[in-house]
């Protein structure tokens, strides 16, 4: 991984969900990605009284129900497959049922230093709707020796089961880090990232699917 690609990767991990800060929508959505059904789009915001940024929006579909696809952010060792750009995962039980805490160690190569992330997961279901919400607990576990620990993160993923068994599945987030990399350089790598773990979830969730159909 050269220099560049690992100031994008930490980019992408301080990625910030919207809907937890007053915004402002300046313009509409604009398409700017498109890789089969997987769909990048971004809009313009203003975050409080100043802060102008973009809003980025990743869909796609899922050949499963809900159910197989949340499974995905629970386990371990599928978490890292799909998860692009992190070395490991790993998912560590929480009190609630609906909650539950994910470390991800992202793949950063030598001499740089480590970066990981650690995040609580909550989720929320509502008819055909279920939210995973995503904020950062940087001290819900001790701090590792040469490892730089990412202080704030929000995001969420929101599933939409379809009537054909089909289920939607939405991204969105808010980049509150002003990279010194040109975005010209830097959009195409982060949506690569973005389209290269969406296939590894819509791959892993049809298999999970279909095995428990297999078994009933």
């Known amino acids: 991984m050269g220099i560049n690609k690992v100031f ?49 929006k990743m869909t796609f579909m899922v050949s499963s129900d809900s159910k197989s696809v949340i499974a995905l952010f629970k386990d371990s060792e599928k978490l890292t497959t799909w998860t692009a750009g992190a070395e490991k995962c790993r998912v560590l039980n929480d009190e609630a049922e609906n909650s539950w805490i994910i470390y991800t160690l992202y793949d950063i190569p030598w001499p740089f230093e480590q970066r990981d992330l650690v995040t609580k997961c909550h989720l929320k279901e509502n008819d055909s709707v279920t939210i995973i919400h995503l904020t950062s607990v940087p001290q819900q576990i001790p701090y590792y020796q040469g490892v730089s620990r990412e202080e704030k993160f929000e995001g969420q993923w929101k599933f939409t089961e379809l009537n054909n068994g089909n289920t939607e599945v939405e991204f969105t987030s808010i980049s509150f880090t002003k990279s010194a990399v040109p ?13 290269e773990s969406a296939n590894e979830l819509k791959s892993l969730a049809k298999q999970q699917y279909y095995a428990q159909i297999s078994r009933l």
């Open 183 to 195: 975005r010209f350089i830097q959009d195409p790598f982060v949506q690569g990232i973005l389209i």
């Open 8 to 56: 994008l990767l930490l980019s992408l991990a301080l990625l910030v969900h919207s809907n937890h800060y007053g915004q402002e929508i300046l313009t509409n959505w604009k398409l700017e990605k498109q890789s089969e059904d997987i769909k990048i789009s971004y809009r313009k915001v203003l975050v409080g009284d100043t802060f102008k940024t973009r809003q980025i």
